[in-house]
């Protein structure tokens, strides 16, 4: 039995029928819709030759044991935010699970090296905010301490609700026993942007995922009388945060593959006849280049400082979060870069603006490289996210001509 792409467009419909209502899937980590999810896919793996068990940090790994204990991983996320589309994150699993189906099928339950599909725990962070729960835990990057008492929105801490789903977070770093004789990690992706699809591509090879720096940025100006005051007077912190939401798109379009974001603007007192005294915006910069990073987060600095001053304000800044950028595995990139190829003629290579699964494998010291495959309009965390069929099914088969291509190399390698 050989690989059967149709097979994974059938078992995404199945899964979408089966976790999703009117608004979307809602297989959001750690609920019962999500625990449903995983309970459908364990009931595809019945006849399969495999071992399947759940680490410590709730990652669900499906093992087909080949001759060599080196093992090529396969990733990908069962989970969804709410409201979201029916492949992010699932595609990767189902087309996982078909390649690994072929590699059983094919080597007669023994392939020449270890295949391992995992499901990564709460990718998304959908509901306690903390993104690559499970793939960080398993890279050993995880700091329990700041996570356990995160609330969701019905204040419920996720140590509790974790430990509901049967996963204690004291017991997190024994999930960093999977990383043994990993050799290499693959996982395909839809997009979730507009280049491909632009470009008339149906797939691409990753670079890297790009690092971010997302800062909070407040401006001090003074509440005064919207009548009264006079507009040469006026300290008004909104017109100097205004500046700034402008000229981060002039910072960011210096670089070609550069993005920047002034996503929330809070405005105090926030009444119609007062002067804006205080205005809080967010700022999240990405670059796959770490020098070009850099660079455009001094120059937001500059300009914020240089705005303030024009408006008689003051400023400042706290991080609140930023990750380097991690470029993927040169060979692995290659490699990527055939399979592509073979199987859709053209190639195009572009680097990951949101942050995956893969970016914690890759930090962990394992060789790793990410596949594209087409979004239609660009659009995902949501419902109407889609991609055409053909693509789907091109993009398994190129997932299986990767990994074929990825085990001969570990074998290689030795
Ligand atoms: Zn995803």
Redesign the pocket.
């Given at each position: 039995m050989s690989l059967i792409p149709q097979r994974t467009v059938t078992e995404l419909k199945e899964l979408r029928e089966l976790t999703a209502d009117e608004n979307g899937a809602q297989r959001v980590s750690w609920t019962d819709v999500w625990q449903r999810a995983r309970k459908w896919f364990a009931t595809k793996l019945v006849g399969l030759p495999i071992e399947h068990h759940y680490d410590a940090a709730g990652n669900n790994w499906v093992t087909l044991r080949g001759a060599s204990e080196k093992s090529l991983l396969i990733g990908g996320?069962l989970d969804s935010v709410p409201n979201g589309g029916w492949l992010?994150?699932s595609l990767?699993v189902l087309a996982g699970l078909e390649v690994l189906r072929r590699f059983a099928a094919e080597f007669k339950g023994k392939p020449p090296v270890t295949i391992r599909l995992v499901d990564w725990a709460d990718?998304?962070g959908a509901r306690f905010g903390r993104s690559l729960l499970g793939s960080s835990a398993f890279a050993g990057t995880h700091s329990i301490a700041a996570d356990r008492v995160r609330t969701d929105k019905d204040g419920i801490t996720m140590e509790d609700a974790l430990r509901r789903c049967g996963v204690h977070m004291d017991h997190f770093p024994n999930a960093e026993k999977e990383r043994a004789n990993a050799a290499a990690y693959i996982e395909l992706?839809i997009e979730?942007g507009p280049v491909l699809e632009k470009l008339g591509m149906p797939l691409g090879v990753v670079l890297g995922t790009k690092g971010v720096e997302r800062h909070a940025i407040t401006f001090h100006g003074q509440e005064a009388h919207s009548g009264a005051t006079p507009m040469k007077q006026r300290k008004d912190a909104l017109a100097a945060a205004a500046k700034l939401a402008l000229e981060i798109r002039n910072i960011a379009g210096k670089h070609p593959d550069a993005v920047s974001t002034m996503g929330s603007l809070k405005t105090f007192p926030g009444i119609v006849t007062a002067v804006v005294g205080r205005c809080e915006a967010t700022l999240d910069q990405r670059d796959l280049d770490a020098k070009v990073l850099a660079q455009m987060y001094r120059e937001a600095q500059e300009a914020s400082k240089r705005f303030a001053g024009e408006e008689s304000c003051t400023v400042e800044w706290s991080r609140i979060w930023s990750i380097e950028p991690i470029p993927f595995y040169p060979q692995l990139v290659e490699l990527c870069e055939q399979s592509v190829r073979e199987l859709s003629g053209k190639s195009h290579r572009l680097p990951s603006g949101?942050l995956?699964d893969a970016a914690e494998v890759s930090r962990a010291g394992i060789p790793t490289v990410m596949m594209f495959v087409q979004s239609l309009r660009g659009i995902s965390h949501n419902k109407i996210e889609d991609t055409r069929e053909e693509h789907l099914e091109m993009s398994v088969a190129a997932l299986d001509r990767l990994a074929s291509k990825t085990v001969d190399w570990i074998l290689e390698a030795k």
């Amino acid at each position: 039995m050989s690989l059967i792409p149709q097979r994974t467009v059938t078992e995404l419909k199945e899964l979408r029928e089966l976790t999703a209502d009117e608004n979307g899937a809602q297989r959001v980590s750690w609920t019962d819709v999500w625990q449903r999810a995983r309970k459908w896919f364990a009931t595809k793996l019945v006849g399969l030759p495999i071992e399947h068990h759940y680490d410590a940090a709730g990652n669900n790994w499906v093992t087909l044991r080949g001759a060599s204990e080196k093992s090529l991983l396969i990733g990908g996320h069962l989970d969804s935010v709410p409201n979201g589309g029916w492949l992010d994150g699932s595609l990767n699993v189902l087309a996982g699970l078909e390649v690994l189906r072929r590699f059983a099928a094919e080597f007669k339950g023994k392939p020449p090296v270890t295949i391992r599909l995992v499901d990564w725990a709460d990718e998304e962070g959908a509901r306690f905010g903390r993104s690559l729960l499970g793939s960080s835990a398993f890279a050993g990057t995880h700091s329990i301490a700041a996570d356990r008492v995160r609330t969701d929105k019905d204040g419920i801490t996720m140590e509790d609700a974790l430990r509901r789903c049967g996963v204690h977070m004291d017991h997190f770093p024994n999930a960093e026993k999977e990383r043994a004789n990993a050799a290499a990690y693959i996982e395909l992706h839809i997009e979730q942007g507009p280049v491909l699809e632009k470009l008339g591509m149906p797939l691409g090879v990753v670079l890297g995922t790009k690092g971010v720096e997302r800062h909070a940025i407040t401006f001090h100006g003074q509440e005064a009388h919207s009548g009264a005051t006079p507009m040469k007077q006026r300290k008004d912190a909104l017109a100097a945060a205004a500046k700034l939401a402008l000229e981060i798109r002039n910072i960011a379009g210096k670089h070609p593959d550069a993005v920047s974001t002034m996503g929330s603007l809070k405005t105090f007192p926030g009444i119609v006849t007062a002067v804006v005294g205080r205005c809080e915006a967010t700022l999240d910069q990405r670059d796959l280049d770490a020098k070009v990073l850099a660079q455009m987060y001094r120059e937001a600095q500059e300009a914020s400082k240089r705005f303030a001053g024009e408006e008689s304000c003051t400023v400042e800044w706290s991080r609140i979060w930023s990750i380097e950028p991690i470029p993927f595995y040169p060979q692995l990139v290659e490699l990527c870069e055939q399979s592509v190829r073979e199987l859709s003629g053209k190639s195009h290579r572009l680097p990951s603006g949101p942050l995956h699964d893969a970016a914690e494998v890759s930090r962990a010291g394992i060789p790793t490289v990410m596949m594209f495959v087409q979004s239609l309009r660009g659009i995902s965390h949501n419902k109407i996210e889609d991609t055409r069929e053909e693509h789907l099914e091109m993009s398994v088969a190129a997932l299986d001509r990767l990994a074929s291509k990825t085990v001969d190399w570990i074998l290689e390698a030795k």
